[in-house]
């Protein structure tokens, strides 16, 4: 029996390990993929505090050494079900199932996929420049998304490949300053109000048929937004019609259960903020274990 089970190890899941850890919490972390989220998959941080910019790699490879030298407990498991009966949770995974006096959920997000992206078996699209980039030097690179991701990751990308278009739906979301230095790069062009009309494979390239253009690419950057991890737990009546979890501040209407990160309906999703609210989380499970105990 654990005191605190924390699904997901992004910046929220771990900030709440070291929290619950701290606090003399009997803690155990529970990650599907690799320790880090979306911050794996990101070239540069330069917001966070503490770090004038930093790799996201390699904020995520520090996170994880702070909740290892603080000997947290984690597995890599994928929670599948998650239920509670008589005030005790009982968590189901894809290799185990334990029990636990409070949750914190923390799984994040995942990338939006295109609609065209089922239908041509062979497309390749990625969602991680920094993994990816070398791969497209001096080739033509489509970027999807009008955002900071879109901009800060296509940016990264102008400085391997040949030529790099951006395209947005609608009017470009990215910070003035982001849109600025893309505009100065001479190899990048940006379409505004644009969409893809259809996409086919041709000799190892991609025919991209926008509204009113067409252009041929070597490969394909998608950073359209993301929709939350949180399929599983459907049972539990905690989610709202977008599948995010609703949540005050971090408490959900489950007593004893809680949400924090990208995984909740909030205004600002920033790696700040997720820290927090996984600390919070944790000094919020103490206390209902302290007051359950009682």
Not at 59 to 73: C, G, P, R, S, T
Request: glycine residues 8%.
């Amino acid at each position: 029996m654990y005191d605190t089970i924390i699904v997901g190890m992004g910046p929220a899941g771990m900030s709440a390990g070291i929290y619950a850890k701290r606090s003399g919490l009997k803690t155990l972390l529970l990650e599907k993929n690799s320790p880090g989220g979306l911050i794996n998959v990101t070239n540069l941080v330069d917001n966070y505090l503490g770090f004038d910019n930093i790799t996201g790699p390699d904020l995520a490879f520090k996170m994880f050494e702070h909740i290892k030298n603080n000997e947290v407990e984690y597995k890599i498991e994928e929670v599948t079900k998650i239920k509670k009966e008589n005030n005790i949770f009982k968590i189901e995974t894809n290799k185990n199932s334990y029990t636990s006096k409070t949750v914190i959920l923390a799984g994040g997000r995942q990338p939006r996929k295109i609609d065209l992206e089922d239908n041509l078996k062979k497309l390749k699209i990625s969602r991680c420049s920094i993994c990816d980039a070398p791969l497209y030097k001096d080739k033509n690179v489509l970027v999807m998304g009008g955002g900071n991701s879109a901009f800060e990751e296509g940016i990264y990308l102008s400085e391997f490949a040949k030529k790099l278009t951006i395209i947005t739906r609608n009017k470009v979301k990215a910070d003035e300053e982001l849109l600025t230095a893309a505009k100065e790069r001479n190899n990048i062009e940006i379409y505004e109000n644009e969409e893809i009309q259809d996409l086919q494979e041709l000799d190892g390239k991609y025919k991209v048929t926008l509204k009113e253009n067409e252009i041929i690419v070597d490969g394909i950057f998608s950073y359209i937004g993301y929709t939350p991890s949180t399929e599983y737990l459907s049972n539990l009546g905690i989610l709202e019609e977008k599948g995010y979890i609703e949540v005050n501040e971090t408490e959900t209407v489950v007593p004893g259960l809680y949400a924090c990160g990208d995984i909740i309906k909030k205004d600002v999703y920033q790696i700040i903020t997720a820290s927090s609210e996984g600390a919070i989380s944790a000094l919020k499970a103490k206390k209902y274990i302290t007051n359950l105990d009682k």
